[in-house]
């Protein structure tokens, strides 16, 4: 018998309660961007959130990963609460759980795509040369690990990216429009990578986008103005 089917089984990778972010305009007029009641996601789930640009999808993945910091709720990752932790302790957390795809890569220019990778993994375990040089074997960069951002196309910085993103083994995946700067005909290969990536890792996938024809490809697709609390927000 696998250790696997050893093992008890483990709960949700991500449960989100009552989540809210509320953001002020320099006139005082003031928008609750996030209000969401409740969100889970499972060990190894794949699930894509839509909305239009601007809906508050971004704000929502920089909640979960503690980049932001909500007004109030709770962020539960592997049963611990990033929205109660502090600064460090999110920093921690995020290395330890979270990878993060973001829709402009943010890749270090100076360094070349296995430096880029490599130094994500000092957030993490620490540095691993071996599976780095594996993750971008993977996703079809063996003869680029010296590249630097720069010398690559779009499409090949998106590749280092997601294999930064995963280096650390994350049980949580997240993407933000990580098809959003790619061509259509680009797009639908740049995804199956992202979700075939994920699922090696085995990490859970929370991807955001407002392409439908990403989206057609996820089984479980949320609407974000769905996810919300029902309701306008008071100024």
Do not use: W
């Not at 070349?112 to 620490?126: D, I, R, T, W």
Request: one cysteine or more.
């Amino acid at each position: 018998m696998s250790a696997a089917s050893d093992s008890a089984p483990r709960g949700p990778v991500l449960v989100v309660e009552d989540l809210a972010k509320t953001f002020t305009a320099p006139d005082g007029e003031r928008t609750k961007v996030v209000d969401v009641p409740s969100f889970s996601l499972a060990e190894g789930e794949q699930v894509a959130v839509e909305g239009a640009s601007g809906s508050g999808k971004t704000t929502f993945l920089h909640l979960i990963a503690g980049i932001l910091e909500p007004d109030s709720g709770s962020i539960l990752i592997d049963g611990e609460d990033m929205a109660a932790l502090s600064e460090a302790g999110r920093d921690r957390l995020r290395a330890r759980s979270i990878g993060y795809v973001f829709q402009s890569f943010h890749l270090l220019q100076g360094y070349s795509a296995l430096e880029n990778v490599l130094l994500g993994m000092h957030f993490g375990p620490g540095p691993d040369l071996g599976r780095a040089r594996s993750l971008l074997e993977q996703v079809g960069l063996a003869d680029r690990l010296d590249h630097r951002p720069r010398q690559l196309s779009v499409g090949q910085q998106q590749r280092v990216a997601v294999a930064r993103a995963v280096a650390n083994r994350p049980r949580l995946l997240l993407a933000d429009e990580p098809t959003g700067n790619l061509d259509p005909s680009r797009a639908g290969e740049a995804l199956e990578l992202l979700r075939a990536v994920s699922a090696e890792a085995g990490s859970a996938l929370l991807l955001v986008s407002h392409d439908r024809g990403i989206l057609e490809c996820f089984g479980r697709v949320e609407s974000f103005e769905g996810l919300r609390r029902a309701g306008e927000v008071s100024p």
